[in-house]
């Protein structure tokens, strides 16, 4: 399949008063045409200002790429003009946020929301701009669209509001949807309303899918590939299966030891990791994880270590995989 | 009260009579709806809780599951006497809460303690955390002496997994997760029987959310707690709980052993509610059918007649809009409210 996003080695900082937060510290990964790449970690790990560095959204000041490049479709976005940065936003990269209660205006209607980028991108009359409005909220599964073009945010409910920001974000026919936390407010069979409507649209028109989450479950059901985040940069990447069968970064065991599952008994004790994630305006050279990882060794305090092919597609950062495999393979 | 206490309800998890601790019954709470400044006139009802009937037994760990606005944060809320329940009864160890005037529910406000949501508006930020644990036994004046007091603080700090150090820092100097430590440590204070956890470890990350469920269960081991864990997170509630209810606009829907919840869930609402959790493991995920239930849940104002769930249902019949499904015991111990099963 053929690259449609590179990033390279991006680096994007924050500089505060209590010093220099070293959000994203050095994440290079590629996003292949069709394919959804799932980002996930805890809050703080810097999986959304990643996200965000790609559609040039860091607010300056405090924020800024300091380094690095994102090559989308072979144009490096960082060295574009802010002109034609807003020709891509929005037209060949969507987003889909968070919060459908914030991110929509609430006192614009929906119909005047779903067609700005109509107008705006495509150069679409008023007549057309509400066609395709209509046939948009009916792709998304909104009843009886033409009402609802005229009503405002408040008149939705949440699953709605999300089902309006991914009409929003399908309008131009983006070849990349950025989907921040898309179901993370809402309810779980609503949740699942949303991800299988996502997934439907996204194979069907062909949609690239870079998804930021918390929530593990939801990667392992919707994504392709999977980066895990951990103090700024990717620790773990590879196919959600081997991602999950066969972690390789102690951080990623961590975490899959931590979820409680619905399909297991009860009475089974999770086995958290210690302590907390580190200060990003406080990192040193070592491995970002060592405190808080039961096979650190005196190498992971003074070099941090880069991601390293391990097989299968399957990259880990870890100086220590080889003592994490062997006990895996003594467990099982 | 006791028209509205039908047959049913009150047999509801009898099967370990004997040392129940919360006994609810019929219990209903409406919002009213008014309309107007001068006139106040009452237009609707918001059916928050509409006739929830369990019971918990001491050292038990009930779980309430279902989605937003189902009424399982209310009904926490009436447990606690910070509603005024509108109809029906709790029996705390036999006492009727409802009847009790402020000065008689005192020594139960020790009983009973609550763990809230979110960490970072149920704290007060102007106080230091010694402050906000030695508070309640002053009032309820459980240790009079102020270096008794102080001590008292520093170990429930060390029980939470907190370090002393953080008695003499405010709110906003700590993480989540340890503000979550500090709500757990306050309702500890006070010696409780029982503890409410609304959603205790809804906002924090997977692995911090971790710690904090072992911790509890922990706590429940040593003090002998008995739980209410009322949370959206099923995953979480499968861990923790003996026992399950879920709830769906204010009703009862199904209530039985957590993994006999789990693996044989019989009503439809249960049956969708599982199947729409995702599963963190890709070779389960893609075995798994991925039925989604359609529609939104409908207004508590103006819930549907008959069962409630029967929009969204897809083994509805001609008869589940007209008849409310009474909540029956199909196996010993799982009661479930549908009359298609």
């Known amino acids: 399949m053929a690259k449609l996003l590179e990033i390279e080695d991006l680096h994007t900082q924050f500089f505060t008063s209590a010093g220099t937060v ?193 929530n593990l479950g939801v990667v392992a059901r919707y994504a392709d590939r999977v980066n895990v985040m951990y103090a ?42 210690d302590g907390q994630p580190p200060d990003l305006a406080r990192l040193d050279d070592g491995c970002p994880f060592r405190p808080r990882c039961r096979f650190a060794t005196d190498k992971c305090e003074t070099s941090n270590p880069t991601l390293e092919d391990v097989g299968n597609n399957h990259q880990t950062a870890c100086w220590n995989n080889d003592n994490l495999d062997k006990e895996q393979r003594a467990a099982s | 009260m006791s028209a509205a206490i039908d047959e049913n309800a009150v047999a509801a998890g009898t099967a370990e009579l004997g040392n129940t601790l919360i006994d609810v019954q019929g219990l209903k709470m409406h919002f009213p709806i008014t309309e107007g400044i001068v006139m106040n006139k009452v237009v609707a009802q918001v059916k928050a809780v509409d006739g929830v009937s369990f019971r918990i037994q001491k050292g038990e760990t009930l779980g309430l599951v279902g989605e937003s606005g189902c009424g399982k944060t209310t009904t926490g809320r009436c447990i606690l006497q910070l509603e005024n329940p509108t109809d029906g009864q709790i029996l705390y160890d036999g006492v ?7 000065k008689q529910m005192v020594p139960f406000r020790q009983k ?31 240790i009079t002496d102020k270096r008794a007091r102080d001590e008292r603080v520093l170990d429930l700090l060390k029980v939470c997994g907190l370090s002393p150090r953080f008695a003499d820092r405010y709110p906003h100097e700590m993480s989540g997760g340890q503000r979550q430590r500090v709500g757990i440590a306050r309702a500890l204070a006070m010696d409780p029987e029982f503890i409410v956890c609304d959603e205790a470890v809804s906002a924090l990350d997977v692995s911090i959310q971790a710690q904090v469920i072992n911790l509890l269960e922990d706590l429940r081991d040593e003090f002998g707690l008995t739980y209410l864990f009322i949370s959206h997170d099923l995953s979480v509630v499968r861990h923790i709980c003996h026992r399950v209810a879920v709830m769906y606009l204010g009703n009862m829907v199904e209530l039985a052993d957590c993994d006999e919840l789990f693996d044989n869930p019989i009503h439809p609402y249960t049956k969708a509610l599982l199947e729409a959790v995702p599963i963190p493991d890709p070779s389960v995920e893609s075995g798994r059918a991925h039925k989604i239930i359609k529609g939104e849940i409908p207004s508590p104002i103006n819930p549907p007649s008959g069962c409630v769930f029967h929009p969204r249902c897809d083994v509805a019949a001609d008869g589940c809009p007209k008849v409310v499904p009474e909540f029956r015991e199909v196996k010993p111990g799982h009661w479930v409210a549908c009359t298609e099963v």
């Open chain 1, 22 to 214: 070293r959000a994203v510290d050095g994440i290079t990964y590629n996003v292949d045409e069709g394919e959804t790449v799932a980002i996930v970690g805890e809050s703080g790990c810097g999986k959304s200002v990643g996200a965000m560095s790609i559609l040039r959204l860091i607010p300056w000041p405090p924020g800024k790429v300091v380094k690095g490049s994102i090559k989308f479709q072979d144009k490096d976005l960082l060295k574009l003009s802010d002109a034609e940065m807003r020709k891509i936003r929005g037209n060949d990269i969507a987003m889909i946020f968070q919060e459908p209660m914030t991110s929509l205006n609430p006192v614009l209607s929906i119909g005047l929301q779903l067609t700005e980028t109509l107008q705006h991108h495509l150069g679409m009359t008023e007549k057309e701009c509400h066609a395709r409005a209509v046939e948009l909220l009916g792709m998304v599964g909104i009843s009886e669209p033409d009402r609802r073009l005229e009503q405002y945010p408040h008149h939705l409910s949440g699953g709605m509001r999300q089902r309006v920001m991914i009409a929003m974000a399908l309008a131009c026919e983006p070849k990349l949807i950025i989907a921040d936390e898309p179901t993370t407010a809402l309810d779980v069979t609503i949740q699942a309303q949303i991800l299988e409507l996502m997934k439907e649209l996204t194979r069907k028109m062909g949609v690239a899918m870079i998804i930021i989450t918390h």
């Open chain 1, 232 to 273: 700024g940069k990717i620790v773990e990447t590879g196919t959600a299966e081997e991602v999950y069968l066969r972690p390789k970064h102690p951080y990623t065991l961590a975490l899959l030891k931590s979820v409680p599952r619905i399909d297991h008994p009860r009475g089974q004790k999770l086995d958290p990791v």
């Open chain 2, 96 to 102: 009727d809460l409802n009847t009790l005037n402020s």
């Open chain 2, 112 to 142: 009973i303690q609550v763990i809230f949501q979110d960490p970072f508006s149920s704290l007060n930020p102007r106080m230091k955390i010694g402050e906000i644990l030695a508070e309640p036994m002053k009032v309820h004046k459980i």
